[in-house]
């Protein structure tokens, strides 16, 4: 209606502008001298330019919303215009909405053409819904055509009417309708060949079938097409959720958001797995961990503070478990008399995460058990906790020669994850009081027995989660400690400056975001739950 209104102004504009400009001269409302009639004439004329821009910018509406033609490929759209479409998700179409006519933007999946049919899927993150066009009064051949030979991936806009199906379309998430088009347009072509299919990298492991899945390396050097698989797009959005979980209770339980600095001037936790940079003609390291500015948060009486972000281990280690780089969700919290007072709120805060994943992400759990099956993950409410020297006890029933103040390997976690559900059938479990000599340098000695520490890790399916701990926040005990240690006292002087003007008891601990991805879901490797990872191998994409 805007574009015909436009045309008709554009038409009848000179014929008014003229007949205006003799009878205005005529009245005397404008004067007759060269002049005020070159300035009507020039406001008429620019006037007349506006409406002309408009109608350009309305051209390309014209011709998406018109009926004729309705196919081919869009300009490149730069912000030209502000077409006004509504579209709608793919996730909402139903048979709530059979008869309604809809545009839906998403990616072209796959298309396959028979006679004057065409089937093509549109896929929008990770929901699908099947689409076909029929050659008739709308669909042209060579529109069918056309349609036929746009190469998968691409972003295609489409008009069409939803109708409900007979039999489900099981390969489809929007099951029970399809859509019949008549307007098909190519908003963003991909490349003909892809260096990845998205249904190979969708597809579940088959054993004994070499060519059943495609290579991990091969996913991470093209992870953007990787990421657009169902089981991936589940992954990270289950991954926000943990992020969402462990924000809201911390916050509905009086803690505040910090950010802690990423550069530093010693390394956090005393080792010497740290990432070295130039720093104005100094040396400077990558944070291992915001551990001290998270104590310092509570010296300056924040009472109760997490952060989420970058945390860096310069580890030469190609596990399926470690990256150089990754999400670290950390809290810390003064309490009155005892850690266990933060040791039952941290495990408190696990069983909530677990029921909200179970009743936020059920879908997304379902997705990935499809590629890559698991067993359910299973807790216990409260969380179990065994002391250190138990798990000990339980690792020596079984065979494992071990001391007491050894720490435990890997293939141990993983023993002791299996006995632990054996027995108290549980996946997610808490060890207490570490051996000293094991734990960083600012960890609370054990006032009873002081090999041990008041510090603690926490584990699912047989790995570590979180390491924590009671910190030292006597600044004599500290230094004694930090000297045991070999730290450099002046890198750490700021830090140790803060407990000298008092400073609550506290702790607190360190969780790795993709670690706990992984191992609710049951991945094999914590690659999969990263969304670009960083391992000593790897630093692109």
Known sequence: METVILCLWLRILPVIMTHSITERVGSGTIGSTGSDVTMHITLCCLF?????????????????????????????????????????????????????????????????????????????????????????????????????????????????????????????????????????????????????????AARGIVEGDPLS???????????????RTVTSQAIFRLQAVVCDQFRKYL????????????????????????????????????????????????AGDFGRVFTIGSVFRAEDSNTHRHLTEFIGLDLEMAFNFHYHE????????????????????????????KQYPAEPFEFTEPALILEYSQAIAILRE???????????????????????KEKYQTDFYILDKFPLC???????????????????????RGEEILSGAQRIHNPDLLIERAKHHNIDLEKIEA??????????????????????TMLYLGLSNVRLASMFPRDPRRLTP
């Open 438 to 460: 094991i734990r960083p340098f600012y960890t609370m000695p054990n006032p009873r027995e002081k090999e041990y520490s008041n510090s603690y890790d926490m584990y699912m």
């Open 213 to 227: 899945h495609v290579n991990l390396d091969t996913r991470l050097d093209n992870r953007v097409l990787d990421l």
């Open 48 to 200: 007349r330019n506006k409406l002309k821009e408009r109608m350009e910018e309305l051209a390309d509406d014209f011709k998406i919303l018109s009926l004729d033609g309705g196919y081919g490929n869009y300009p490149l759209v730069q912000s030209q215009s502000k077409v006004k479409i509504t579209f709608t998700k793919v996730e909402r179409l139903g048979i709530d909405m059979e008869g309604r006519e809809v545009w839906v933007r998403g990616r072209l999946q796959t298309s396959r053409s028979k006679g004057k049919t065409c089937f093509i899927v549109i896929r929008h993150q990770h929901y699908t819904v099947q689409a076909v066009l029929f050659v008739g009064r709308t669909v042209t051949k060579d529109m069918l055509k056309f349609v036929s030979s746009v190469s998968r991936e691409s972003v295609v806009d489409i008009y069409g009417t939803v109708r409900r199906v007979e039999q489900k379309i099981t390969s489809c998430s929007q099951d029970s309708i399809e859509l019949h088009v008549n307007r098909f347009w190519v908003v963003s072509s991909a490349v003909p060949r892809l260096p990845l299919q998205i249904e190979d």
């Open 251 to 298: 916050m509905s339980n009086g803690f505040v958001e910090i950010h802690t600095p990423k550069i530093i001037s010693a390394a956090s936790e005393g080792g010497a797995n740290v990432f070295e940079v130039s720093y104005f003609k100094r040396s400077a390291y990558l944070a291992q961990s915001p551990q001290l500015y998270k104590q310092m948060a509570i």
């Open 495 to 516: 830090y140790i400056d803060s407990f000298r003007y008092g400073c609550p008891p506290h702790a607190g601990g360190g969780i790795g975001l993709e670690r706990v």
């Open 342 to 369: 933060v040791v039952q709120l941290i495990g408190q805060m696990f069983i909530e995460m677990f029921k909200g994943l179970e009743e936020i992400c059920s879908s997304e759990i379902a997705a990935v058990r």
């Open 398 to 420: 079984h065979g494992e020669n071990i001391g007491d103040f050894d720490d435990l390997s890997t293939p141990q976690e993983k023993l002791l994850g299996k006995l632990v």
